[in-house]
T-cell receptor, first 117, second 111 residues
């Protein structure tokens, strides 16, 4: 597709369950970012990928959170043993980083809304 | 990493010019300043980017003083559809980096 696609758009789960959130970036975009946004709050940085590598995982809130990216394309954010405090919208963005004349603009998906009961 | 500070909220009326200022005192030499707009239930979208002086596009202007410790997003003649949250982002241009958004400014435009 032309834009960043995220799935599921909505996920309701029970406390203690694991969830996987998927992000399909714009084709050819080498950088991929995950953010969390709680209701009425700003964007909280979680992790970013250069290709398939994540140089800095310090933004992940706890060891229950993990993310991977394969084929310099799809990324999955996994939350294990979900807690009510994990309820938020999880936003993915991709960007084209190269030596050319581009702004490094972040293109965001519509987000995955997670509700933990 | 440069930390940004913006007003939490602003109010304006249709047809007025709105200026939102962002402080980034520890901006690094290679950092660019980018502004994003976010509507409810949507991801943020790029508005404008600059390094120094003034940048203008079809929707906004960005003013950056010589010391680059702040920047001002200017929205000319706002309409109700400009009601949104505006984020200032400071980061390294042309390279991978950890991009930290500030809390954003919630702009409400009234009839």
């Amino acid at each position: 597709g032309a834009g960043v696609s995220q799935s599921p758009s909505n996920k309701v789960t029970e406390k203690g369950k694991d969830v996987e959130l998927r992000c399909d970036p714009i084709s050819g975009h080498t950088a991929l970012y995950w953010y969390r946004q709680r209701l009425g709050q700003g964007l909280e940085f979680l992790i970013y990928f250069q290709g398939n590598s994540a140089p800095d995982k310090s933004g992940l809130p706890s060891d229950r959170f993990s993310a991977e990216r394969t084929g310099e394309s799809v990324s999955t954010l996994t939350i294990q043993r979900t807690q009510q405090e994990d309820s938020a919208v999880y936003l993915c963005a991709s960007s084209l980083w190269d030596q050319g004349d581009n702004t490094g603009e972040l293109f965001f998906g519509e987000g995955s809304r997670l509700t933990v009961l | 990493l440069a930390k940004t500070t913006q007003p939490i909220s602003m109010d304006s009326y249709e047809g007025q010019e709105v200026n939102i200022t962002c402080s980034h005192n520890n901006i690094a030499t290679n950092d660019y300043i980018t502004w994003y707009q976010q509507f409810p239930s949507q991801g943020p979208r790029f508005i404008i980017q600059g390094y120094k002086t003034k940048v203008t596009n079809e929707v906004a202007s960005l003013f950056i003083p010589a010391d680059r410790k702040s920047s001002t997003l200017s929205l000319p003649r706002v309409s109700l559809s400009d009601t949104a949250v505006y984020y200032c982002l400071v980061g390294l241009y042309g390279g991978y980096n950890k991009l930290i958004f500030g809390a954003g400014t919630r702009l409400a435009v009234h009839p």
